[in-house]
């Protein structure tokens, strides 16, 4: 039970915790093999994923529930960190396109060679029904796929989440909170030092702090004045939004909550009150995954009653 964690992260270094690379880098592009097509891409996604989120606001957002389909795994992560279909579980979904009983077997179909690679699928997983593949399963990619190529090929409604003149800063903003918040939360943690737990605690709560003060007169991250919703947004709020359901208890990011930091909780309230956010908002899902499924660290399995006040005391989902 004590090397869990290995199977399904790439590497500890010094006790601190390295997260792997995403395999499939494939890209939908307007002239090339994966075009933008209204029917033709379906999203694997677990609701419980900060990184599967990114790619299920994008899609609430930009009004494509229709044209991307979605399959919703188990929030049961399994010991050797892959994922399974569950209908019978509420919010989640049988794999509508193969009737696959994991996601493993979505990842075999693309790559014949995938079960001897040593690797275990993560989601999300942006999958094409023409070429019968996995274009890409990282979420920073998928996101930018859906608010560039679809948008270009006029298959979106709603705000041009990735305006030309901002994607600098989008992405400036993305790299800035990559490591130290969406990642570091996890290397706190999965952290096997005090001292590789210490570094990402305090590097993580700088950079919150950074942002409480950044978002003192504006509405999003990026842009001028009050901001533009943007991407980057996108790519910050999942982790904001399970911080103080999972990450304050489950990986000791415990110095401060969100609802202590009155600016970034107004701006969550902000970005749920958005249309088609809160349905993609599953805290029961996101919150048992967690507890459940690190069961070297929380070996009987108990989840903690949810927070009484802010976001998560009214409904997601
Ligand atoms: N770089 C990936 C990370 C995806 C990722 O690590 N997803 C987690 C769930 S939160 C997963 O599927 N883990 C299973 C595993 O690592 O075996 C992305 O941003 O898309």
Redesign the pocket.
């Known amino acids: 039970m004590a090397d869990q964690a290995s199977a399904?992260?790439s590497a500890f270094n010094d006790g601190a915790f390295v997260?792997?690379?995403?395999e499939f880098r494939d890209h939908v592009t307007l002239d090339g093999t994966f075009a933008p097509a209204s029917g033709r891409y379906h999203l694997y996604v677990?609701h419980?994923?900060?990184?599967?989120h990114r790619t299920m606001l994008a899609r609430a957002l930009l009004g494509l529930e229709e044209a991307i389909t979605v399959s919703v795994v188990d929030w049961r992560?399994q010991a050797d960190?892959?994922?399974v279909f569950n209908p019978n579980e509420p919010g989640a979904t049988d794999d509508a396109l193969h009737g696959a009983a994991s996601l493993e077997e979505i990842y075999a179909l693309a790559d014949q060679s995938w079960p001897q690679s040593g690797h275990?699928?993560?989601?999300?997983v942006l999958w094409d029904r023409t070429h019968g593949t996995i274009v890409n399963?990282?979420?920073?990619e998928?996101v930018r796929m859906l608010t560039t190529t679809f948008r270009d090929a006029g298959l979106t409604s709603g705000p041009d989440l990735c305006p030309e003149p901002l994607v600098t800063a989008i992405d400036a903003m993305i790299d800035a909170n990559y490591e130290s918040v969406n990642n570091g939360v996890y290397k706190a943690g999965f952290a096997r030092s005090q001292a590789a737990y210490d570094a990402a605690v305090t590097v993580l709560f700088d950079r919150l702090e950074a942002l409480e003060a950044h978002m003192a007169n504006r509405a999003w991250l990026v842009g001028d004045g009050h901001g533009v919703l943007t991407e980057a947004d996108l790519c910050l709020i999942p982790t904001l939004l399970r911080f103080d359901l999972v990450y304050v208890v489950h990986f000791k990011c415990s110095l401060k909550r969100i609802v202590d930091l009155p600016n970034l909780s107004a701006y969550l309230e902000r970005f749920l009150a958005l249309p088609g956010v809160r349905a993609t908002c599953d805290w029961r899902h996101m919150q048992h995954h967690y507890f459940w499924s690190h069961e070297h660290m929380n070996p009987h399995r108990i989840v903690p009653l949810a927070p009484s006040q802010g976001i998560h005391a009214s409904p997601g989902a």
């Open positions: 399904w992260t997260r792997k690379s995403s677990s419980a994923c900060p990184w599967a992560m960190g892959s994922w275990i699928g993560t989601v999300p399963n990282e979420s920073r998928i």
